[in-house]
């Protein structure tokens, strides 16, 4: 095997470069937070990004293109989870290199290329390496003979070495319909020394076997065919070239170790963690397990913070939070029980943040919330493991070897301790934890939390009929290249002919009133809801006679190059080819960027006053008002909220004008602005500047803005609640809807005013004076109720018994509180040295409440009014306690309460004999 001296970083370079010198374009990796897609946790494979291209939703500058991708795989299909730690190769987070041909080159360029990287600039031997293609099982697709020939022309390639497998292997689908196709794979034969099934007398070491000899290095998938149904496939008018190679494993081949730990991507976590413990190398290699679990656990922390998913209670946040917690629980195997983990993500950082400069700029983020997480673990950790530890014990007495999901979640809600750590501690015990009954809990206490559904369905069915709608309309040279027309920037309303006319899903020509449409024009100025900002509302109306109505509700893009207006015909009967005016509902639309660009005021003004870790998570820009959501560890001050209203009215009233610019995205991101986790942008981006040199606002952003901040008139903040785990949400209102609100305000404080007899300027003085009335009332109220009771009381007196030779009383009492039966109990024992009292009464909600009171003589003598109120308590259902001397109880069922007094007498004569 050949030796090379690269470094991880430098093949990830060379990768990139290599495909960059073959006319691809480098596209960054985009965020583990999948943008638009609400069917996925995390981004898991380099395509995830493009996807939108293949299904026709979406074009790019660009028909080649290169990247290294940040993948998680923790949930789902895909969850590795189980095996990070036990082996070498598998992980949470990974890096996938990939090259993509949009509708561009195909398997003969794909095959070669791969080929050329391996063999000559990473001179792998070519003897040792295999190519795997497709051959259905079925018979029902064709042979890929075209990419096994493309590997049999290749210089020095062995004949011999190409291989077919079936489906499973070597047929590519993204879904149970959509793109397709059949894919070839590049194995590498390491050589009999890495066959870890050497003993075995039935094995033999082959590609795609079950051992390590043969490893899969790079995977070539070729999509040709639109799959319709389970036996449909039909050819793809433009094929595409999406191919794939863990970063990771190139490396440890490259760097010839046997495992992925042992590359320099992930060998100097291990020599952190190791420096931390002192331990030697034969002590790590003993303790291997905690060592990868800790490297690989940090290092998915580190970029998932990175990327705005911080520690929390749900979906990604769940995730970041317990692998934090694993890799922290990992660490006490090997005697690290204070917080280390932000040493291990500081050499991440340090590793990894040249090429993913996002760690850099997170640097503190990063490091901050992985040692907060740590830290609230470790109160929980030990009180967590102690309750597992004895329910697992209780449990292995038995021949149930499963603990309950319901358990288990109550372990993670209460304790802290998640799922995963549960199943390694209950698994070192040989026992195991139901885990669709931990979900079904957690789902059930999600939904009684009010959190909401998590993802919802997967759109994009009706791409075709749209697709063939702009196919037709390009061959009448209704439309361009391009397809419709979009600029919402510039007028409120555009002319056009109608080009379709659509209703339930099929082309009409003619449309009746009372039916819901959806409208093609040539163009549109109607804003498509993006980047958070509400799609616009309208009308479309007949330019000529006879005239029709059509109300627009909606805008919709269903496919790249169509974009529809979705309305219901108020009058009128609109025709295919009809003269049309489609024009804004205009005010509503100004509100609108009132609110948009006051959200890109408030975010600029969250990150000067609370930092740059503020970052927005979410965003909506509707006419009436706007929420933001922001990373945030805690609920804000009202001294902060004030101080940053404030600060946008300000730039507001500064009237800067904003400046928009296209230009290209990594310019933009250079000159300081912010792009938004989770978006996709394309090569030319769209930039909001605010202020002057120094920006205000310095953002990239496709949404409609008005052209002076003092457009936007009066910016209020109307609320600041948690929406999620770390990331709090701000509501706010602008322009029209701020001088409503305040003048609703002033018209309640006017009231308020007048009842008060005061001016608006003193009430304050005036509520806290009533106040301060009121409080002194209902203070001598109880004065006179707990008067009133005592002179009532008094009469029980008469019914003290003497039970061996000490006073005894007990009295159900009506409509009496706690505190004033406590206060009768006392006086009680202040009259009569040596007696037991027991008081009860029906509090306001109408379940019996219990005071008992024992004199310090009778409590040495061993009499407690714990035990008497408990005694007392138990037939009406409750239960309580205290000290000897004075102990209370509450009770469901007030019927019994006269026949549970009754057993007092007996409880003194018993104790006392
Ligand atoms: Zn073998
Ligand atoms: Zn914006």
Redesign the pocket.
Known sequence: MTFTNLTGARIRQDFIDFFVARGHTFVPSSSLVPGGDQTLLFTNAGMVQFKDIFLGTDKRAYVRAANSQKCMRVAGKHNDLDDVGRDDTHHTFFEMLGNWSFGDYYKKEAVAWAWELLTSAWALPKENLWATCFQDENDMIPRDDEAANAWRNQPGFDPTHVLFFGRKDNFWEMAETGPCGPCSEIHIDRGPAYCDMQGNPNHTCRVNGDCKRFLELWNLVFIQYNRTSPSGLEPLPAMHVDTGMGLERIVSVLQDVDSNYKTDLLSPLLDVVQGLTGQTAKERAANITPYRVIADHSRAATFLIADGVVPGNLGRNYVCRMIIRRAARFGGKIGLNKPFLASVAEKVIENYGEFYPELIRNRKTILDNITREEERFQHTLESGTAKLSALLERLSGTSEKVLPGEVAFDLYATLGLPLEITRDIAREGNLDVDEPGFREAMEKHRLASGAGEAFGPLGGEDVEIYSSILDELQAASKLGAEGVGYDPYHALEVEGNILAIIRDGKVVKQAQPGETVEIILPETCFYIES???VSDTGWIIAANEPSWEIRVNDMRKPAAGIIVHLGVVLRGSPCLGDQAIARIDAQRRHDTMRN?TA??LLHAELRLVLGEHARQAGSLVAPDHLRFDFTHPKALLPEQLEHIEAGVNRTILEDFPLNIQFKPLQEAINDGAIALFGEKYGETVRN?TIGEDDHISN?L?G?THVSETGDVGLFIITGETSAAAGIRRIEAVTGRSAYELVQKRFRALKQVANQLGSSPEEVPVKTSEILDELEETRKQVIILKRNYAWLNFVRFFDLIETVKGVSVLTAVLEDTDADTLRALTDRFRQRYPSGVIVLASTGSDGKPIIIAAITEDLVKRGLHAGDLVKLVAAPLGGSGGGRPTLAQAGGRDASQLEKAMSIVKKWVEIKLS
Request: include cysteine; charge should be negative; hydrophobic fraction near 10%.
């Open positions: 980047g958070g900002q948009h959200t890109h909001i953002e952003c949404g």
